[in-house]
């Protein structure tokens, strides 16, 4: 099997993009890159396990990846939520 090269990879998806009328100019290799870590960073992976997807060595370049969205908080105050109703639930319960 042949190394995936990423120039190569990205030279082809600016001819596909371009044999398509109206589309704006195609993307690089690294926002597919971006894109797909950001999708991953949204589903809750760890800054260590986008590190071991990325490849990078320090955390810094990881976070990168990590924006705040509105629907992550959201996902975070809801598991808050859930884990507070859990423990009051458990020490109300009579042992």
Not at 15 to 31: E, I, M, T
Not at 39 to 52: F, H, N, P, V, W
Request: glycine residues 6%; proline residues 6%.
């Amino acid at each position: 099997m042949r190394p995936f090269h990423a120039e190569a990879f990205g030279r082809q998806c600016r001819k596909a993009v371009a044999s398509v009328d109206g589309l704006p100019p195609g993307p690089v290799f690294h926002d597919l890159r971006h894109t797909g870590d950001t999708l991953a960073a949204d589903t809750g992976a760890s800054t260590r396990e986008l590190m071991a997807r990325i490849g990078h060595a320090s955390p810094r370049a990881a976070l990168i990846y990590q924006h705040a969205s509105a629907e992550r908080d959201r996902a975070i105050v809801e598991a808050l939520a859930a884990q507070i109703s859990r423990r009051t639930a458990s020490s109300a319960s009579p042992s």
